[in-house]
């Protein structure tokens, strides 16, 4: 008999430890492990958004992996990732592979970057038009290098559809990533660079141009800086809308995080590092 018990017992113990370790287990938007995907063009606010997301819920454990908007936007697809945040949103072959694969893809805008034209801090160049900037990455002038991201980047992808409009760049010396960007300019006395303005922490060895368009009218031409009033509004001529892709079944950490990106709170870490919110309404201050 109480042998028997014992072993009632012992099954007791093992069933309960079984159900107590499946609800500290638990896949919930708060707890539970999640590798989520990060365009390197955005993985400095996405970090710092990250680390606030931790510290407000102790049982969700986020990875952040670094990949291209390629690499990115095709594991989103694929279902390698749940959760991809890119600077850049879907073409139309990448849409149709959304819809005949019936794909339940998520689409959420987080914030608006800016692509920065950089150049050292002792340079005499304080802004550049749209057209000047053009002649110089096709090769037309060439008083200064223009230095930016490998094919793969967003930033170069940018590059090529906004400013190019798909015409090849002659004049530029590719690097493997934004870093890489602005070391070339720090260390540089004749070279540009163009890379995403969010990667910029140190801008102590280097200054942002002021951007204008040609004006035809033959006035004085308006220049603004990558300012995020300047940028939401649509002043400062190259925006870049940030992306929230999710591909999850059921509701996971991944949903829980991009919650919170998309939330009062995480909008305001993205203004606090100068990017402009695109989920929320953010009074912003333009005299800053």
Do not use: W
């Amino acid at each position: 008999m109480k042998v028997k018990l014992f072993y009632i017992l012992l099954t007791f113990i093992s069933v309960f430890i079984i159900l107590n370790g499946c609800q500290q287990n638990e896949i919930t938007p708060t707890s539970g492990d999640l590798i989520a995907g990060v365009d390197e063009g955005v993985y400095p606010i996405i970090y710092k958004e990250k680390i606030v997301f931790d510290t407000l819920y102790k049982k969700a454990n986020i990875h952040l992996k670094k990949l291209t908007p390629f690499e990115g936007i095709a594991g989103i697809l694929n279902g390698d990732y749940k959760i991809f945040i890119s600077t850049r949103g879907l073409n139309s072959k990448q849409q149709n592979f959304v819809d005949s694969n019936k794909i339940d893809l998520r689409t959420f805008k987080f914030c608006y970057d800016a692509l920065a034209v950089i150049v050292p801090k002792n340079s005499s160049l304080n802004n550049i038009r749209i057209d000047e900037l053009q002649n110089l990455l096709i090769g037309k002038t060439n008083d200064y290098s223009v230095v930016i991201p490998q094919t793969n980047s967003g930033t170069y992808q940018y590059i090529m559809e906004s400013i190019l409009k798909d015409q090849p760049p002659k004049n530029v010396e590719l690097v493997p990533n934004d870093s890489a960007v602005y070391a070339k300019v720090v260390n540089s006395n004749n070279k540009i660079g163009l890379l995403s303005f969010n990667t910029v922490q140190d801008s102590s060895k280097i200054k942002f141009l002021k951007v204008g368009d040609f004006n035809q009218n033959k006035v004085d031409d308006v220049y603004y800086e990558p300012h995020p009033g300047l940028v939401i509004k649509d002043y400062y001529p190259f925006k870049q809308t940030v992306y929230v892709f999710l591909n999850e079944k059921g509701i996971t950490v991944a949903s829980g995080f991009a919650t919170f990106l998309t939330s009062y709170e995480g909008q305001k870490i993205a203004l606090s590092q100068n990017l402009a919110p695109a989920a929320v309404p953010v009074k912003i201050n333009e005299n800053q």
